[in-house]
């Protein structure tokens, strides 16, 4: 069993930048794959980036790449999602998920609960 809690939101004008945490809990974290998930307001959730188990592959959606950066810390059992020159679409609540990898595809067996990012114009 792994839980999974986020941390780092908030507000953040555009342009701006902001780190998401995924703190896991579970021994068996740093063997799963990670990802990155966000849902805006009114709109259904929807892929934003994932980490192999071991970092050496990623994946990221067309509309963050170049600006977004996913990574873990295994031995922190912990993950990150690095965001940079945001954007007023990018407000959603991000939520971090793990478990086998499934790419982009958001069967993951575990979820955290989210974090808000809200930027403004």
């Known amino acids: 069993q792994v839980q999974l809690v986020e941390s780092g939101g908030g507000l953040v004008q555009a342009g701006g930048s902001l780190t998401l945490s995924c703190a896991a809990s579970?021994?068996?974290?740093?063997?799963?794959?990670m990802g990155w998930f966000r849902q805006p307001p009114g709109k259904e959730r929807e892929f934003v980036a994932a980490?192999?188990?071991?970092?050496?592959?990623?994946l990221y959606a067309d509309s963050v790449k170049g600006r977004f950066t996913i990574s873990r810390d295994n031995a922190k059992n912990t993950g990150y999602l690095q965001m940079n020159s945001l954007k007023p679409e990018d407000t959603a609540v991000y939520y971090c998920?793990?478990?086998?990898?499934?790419?982009?595809?958001?069967?993951?067996?575990?979820w955290g609960q989210g974090t808000r990012v809200t930027v403004s114009s």
């Open positions: 998920a793990a478990g086998r990898w499934v790419g982009t595809n958001a069967n993951y067996n575990y």
């Open positions: 579970g021994r068996t974290f740093s063997s799963y794959a």
């Open positions: 980490i192999r188990w071991s970092g050496g592959s990623t």
